[in-house]
Every structure is written in C-alpha cells, then in structure tokens.
C-alpha cells in the first residue's frame, strides 16, 4: 500500500497491492469451477483435464472473474484500516495486473465534502423578510416564491469545497439521461445540439454549473436536517420547510 494523497478536497489516492500468491489461487478456483461445467470433445460434462479446459478458455475473462473476487477484499481491508467512508462508488485504475507479478491497483476514493452554513440563517432572515419580496401583485410572496428566494441565498452564501471528481460524475450522470431522453424522441445528440445552438463543451458547461448548483444544494439539505435531527424519509422535506421559514 502506498500514502493515501489528497490532490483535490475530500479526494483520497491510494494504492492496494495483491500478492500473485492470491491472485494464483482464485484463478484455479474460477478455473476449477469453469471445469466443472465444461464439455470438450471426449470427455463427458466436467470430466476433461483442467489443463485442456485452461487451453480453451479465454483467459481475460477468467482474469476479470479474478479481478471481481480479490481486489474488493484488498479494498475494503484497506478502507477500514483508514477508516474510510466513501461518499460515491471508488474509482479504480490498474496499475500492474500481468501473470507471475504482484497486482497493484490505485483506488481514489472521494469522502463527504464538510459544508459551512456560518450566515446562512441571518441571510436567509433577510432575503425573506417581507419587506424585501418583490413580487408582480406587490401581495405576499407565495411559497414556490419564497422556495426560490431560499434557495438562491443558499447557494450565494454555503460554502462546499466540491471535488472535480464528484461533479464530473454528477455531468456525466446528467448527460447520460439526455442522452436517453434525446434518443427516446428520436433524435441524434448531434441533432439536439443544433436545435440547441450549444456546442458539446458548451452543454458540458451547462451541466457543470447545474451539478455544482445540485451538490451544493443536497449537501447543505442533508447538513440542515442532521443538525435539526430530523430522521426517516421526511428528513429532506423537513429541511427544505426549515429554509423557506426563516
């Protein structure tokens, strides 16, 4: 194992090295196992030598089934030993993963970003005091109004280190479900882009700023409802009722 790094917030780098002992042994498990089942020329079902039905096998695959058993055992004896708690599932890159040699795996793991609300219930006081609502009729504010108001302040005022990492899977997520909904209508995204007059970067762009809006956002609901101890599945709700009530 290596020292775990931090090159961005609440990201931490590490790697897990799995002897080729180990590696050896869970490939003559899978190998054993798809043995058992197979049927060459010959032999009756699970009877041909292993090293016939070795020959035959596709290795990668065998390789993959291997990969599936012991790097999520080295991981999370590694994870508890650093008493990790992953906020998103790890990323995982090879590094060394070739016969006779020792596997090594670097595994980023991005942790619960802390969030700051110094402020944010005065603000929110002002931003909502009635004074200050403006709205077409000059009446009192509606609540959808209100929920607005509430959620601007917040997001002018929380302050959430976000990871890259973390947006960029929340982008990615976002256009994958554009990505179906586009096709569903039967549209390219080439198609839909044009429509849009947006460039991929562009869109890409677009979905940064909506999922740093987002993250910002749940992050500081879930923040709101652990510090008010609100529990079960109103917990959002609830929080949500905190900040337009200030």
């Known amino acids: 194992m290596s020292e ?26 899978q190998l054993k196992a798809l043995a058992s089942q197979a049927e060459l020329p010959g032999f009756r079902k699970g009877m041909a030598p292993i090293n016939l039905v070795e020959e035959k096998a596709d290795k990668k695959k065998l390789f993959g089934q291997v990969i599936e058993i012991v790097l999520p055992k080295a991981y999370k004896k590694e994870a508890e030993f650093r008493k990790l708690i992953p906020f998103i599932q790890p990323r995982v890159k090879p590094i060394q993963a070739q016969e006779n040699q020792d596997w090594i795996f670097e595994i980023t793991v991005i942790t619960k970003p802390p969030v700051d609300l110094a402020d944010l219930e005065e603000k929110l006081k ?50 994958s479900q554009l990505v179906d909904q586009v096709q569903s209508i039967g549209m ?7 429509a849009k007059q947006f460039t991929p970067e562009k869109l890409r762009e677009s979905y940064q ?9 749940n992050l500081s609901l879930d ?4 510090i008010n101890q609100y529990t079960g599945k109103d917990r959002t709700a609830l929080a949500v009722d905190w900040l337009a009530s200030r």
Do not use: C, H
């Open 4 to 29: 775990n790094t931090q090159p961005q917030p609440n990201t931490i780098v590490f790697t897990v090295t799995i002897p080729w002992t180990e590696v050896k042994e869970e490939y003559q498990n």
């Open 126 to 175: 002002s931003a909502l005091a009635s004074s200050k609502i403006i709205t077409p009729d000059k009446k009192e504010a509606t609540k959808g109004e209100k929920m607005k108001i509430a959620f601007d302040t917040l997001l002018d005022t929380v302050k959430v280190d976000l990871p890259q990492i973390l947006v960029e899977e929340e982008v990615n997520l976002r256009l």
């Open 209 to 217: 700023k909506t999922a740093k809006e987002m993250l910002t956002l």
């Open 188 to 194: 390219t995204m080439d198609q839909y882009l044009a």
């Open 223 to 226: 923040k709101i409802a652990e």
